[in-house]
């Protein structure tokens, strides 16, 4: 099984396979020790037989959620009060009038 992953790896990581015909794949396969069953199976494109040959019933999946960022909230900055007035001093008591 590990010659059919480092095919497969081989083969992913090559971008001109990824269009690639019969002729292509069985150029790849014949440098590698893959049974001939297997060989055809994966020239047919047949993934029911791939399965049952390699015994990977599992069905494995991959999913990528995006992330939530958390929104920074502004800071409450604390509520500034007005400066008090210096308050006006208190009237002065008018002086008495003298009558003449």
Known sequence: MSNVVGFFAKVGSDSNYRRA?????????????????????????????????LDADNKIYCSV?????????????????????PGKAPAKPAKPTRKK
């Open 21 to 53: 015909g019969k002729s292509e794949l069985k150029a790849a396969l014949e440098g590698s020790s893959i049974d001939a069953t297997l060989r055809s199976a994966i020239l047919n494109r047949d993934l029911v037989r791939m399965r049952a040959l």
């Open 65 to 85: 959620f995006p992330v939530k960022v958390p929104t920074k909230q502004p800071e409450k900055k604390p509520v500034k009060t007005p400066p008090k007035k």
